[in-house]
């Protein structure tokens, strides 16, 4: 084989050797790009949750102004309540007034009748004092009539008391009717409210485990680009290390052989050139070795990241 036809053979070989290199390296970057890509859609997906808790706690705020204008109504009616819960009092106090004057007005009317009976008894047994005792009768039936119009009037006033009674207990019944549908509407308030508050609670765990999410996968992100960065790097010292510490024994070895080739003849002068030929085989040995043990210290840091 001839010197030429090894140089091109060589560089035939050293030019796979490069295109092989620049083949990873481009693959290194496109998976780098893919995963700064990835990197974007997650800061994307953390600026949407932020969003959307912004919103929650707005809505938060909003249920809260609406508990306390609920809570103000409330206060509101219950004063009412009060008011006419004092008024009813007030009413049923007046009422039994008004039967206590009706119980001492009968009393009288009752006197009054016993009276008459005993004044008959006496018209009776003092016929002679038959003049008097019918002044005294008339005078008796006029106070009889009278009594009789004043229990006329007792009684318009009574049933006058009866009807503002019958009226108080109908405005209570209609006061305790919408107090209920107060009460009612109130429970429903709070029910809502209690379905927003677990509802709050449920978004803002949510919340938090996407947050888990996207810090793991940010870590595991910032890895992979400190491990991608790392092997690049890697990438490039070996390149560097074939370029320059391969090529040097190579071009011994290529030249020694040339030199083998034209003494071929004289083994005595072969000796040198042999020694030399060992020295960079030898020399080419240490750097593979080299070589394959920083292969290895790169796929370690690899696996451990």
Known sequence: MSY????????????????????????????????????????????????????????????????????????????????????????????????????????ELLIANKELIYQNEEKENR????????????????????????????????????????????????????????????EDRAAELLIANNELVFQNEEKEKRAVELNLAYRELKKADEYLKEYV?????????TSHDVRRPVANIIGLTNIINDFINSPAQLKKPIKYLKQSAVELDLFLNELTAFIGNLEKKGKSQ
């Open 127 to 186: 016929a002679a004092e038959l003049i008097i005792a019918n002044n005294e009768l008339i005078f008796q039936n006029e106070e009889k009539e009278n009594r009789a119009a004043e229990l006329i009037v007792a009684n318009i006033e009574l049933a006058f008391q009866n009807e503002e009674k019958e009226n108080r207990a109908a405005e209570l019944a209609i006061a305790n009717i919408e107090l209920a549908f107060q009460n009612h509407e109130k």
């Open 4 to 107: 030429s036809h090894k140089t091109k053979e060589f560089k035939f070989i050293l030019h796979r050797a490069e295109e092989t290199n620049a083949t990873a390296l481009i693959v290194a970057n496109k998976e780098l790009l893919f995963q700064n890509q990835q990197k974007e859609a997650r800061a994307a997906e953390l600026a949407i949750a932020n969003e959307e808790l912004i919103f929650q706690n707005l809505e938060k705020e909003k249920r809260a102004a609406e508990l306390v204008i609920a809570n103000i109504e409330l206060a509101f009616q219950n004063q009412e309540k009060e008011k006419r819960a004092a008024e009813l009092v007030i009413a049923n106090i007046e009422l039994a007034f008004q039967n206590h004057e009706k119980e001492d007005r009968a009393a």
């Open 233 to 241: 790097k890697g990438l490039e010292e070996m390149m560097y290390m």
